[in-house]
Nanobody, 128 residues
Framework: QVQLVESGGGSVQAGGSLRLSCAASGFRYTTNCIAWFRQAPGKEREGVATIYTGGGDPYYADSVKGRFIISHDNAHDYAATVYLQMNNLKPEDTAMYYC??????????????????WGQGTQVTVSS
């Protein structure tokens, strides 16, 4: 069973930076698809960034391109840690951020919330 644990959320002023971490384990394969989503109060869940630990370019939502960077450590032993470096944060980035994952390759729509496994979330608050 895939398990995902997020960390690194917090409060920051606009223009600041935060780095989120997602510790993922229990995969069926050694390379897998891991994504970050966010959900603000009263809004739908939004895909932010996705990465395949087997290689290839990551995917980003237009709203975060040029500001957020998704990366992973050297995934091994059916586990990985995925990071979301968030720079030049804006108040509209305020949301609960979730890590999501699937065994193996990424879905056709990697920023849609069709993933089978989800973490509990970590709160990011950006003040103006």
């Amino acid at each position: 069973q895939v398990q995902l644990v997020e960390s690194g959320g917090g409060s920051v002023q606009a223009g600041g930076s935060l780095r989120l971490s997602c510790a993922a384990s229990g995969f069926r394969y050694t390379t897998n698809c891991i994504a970050w989503f966010r959900q603000a109060p009263g809004k739908e869940r939004e895909g932010v960034a996705t990465i395949y630990t087997g290689g290839g370019d990551p995917y980003y939502a237009d709203s975060v391109k040029g500001r957020f960077i998704i990366s992973h450590d050297n995934a091994h032993d059916y586990a990985a840690t995925v990071y979301l470096q968030m720079n030049n944060l804006k108040p509209e980035d305020t949301a609960m951020y979730y890590c999501a994952a699937d065994n193996g390759g990424c879905p056709w729509s990697p920023l849609h919330d069709t993933y089978n496994y989800w973490g509990q979330g970590t709160q990011v608050t950006v003040s103006s």
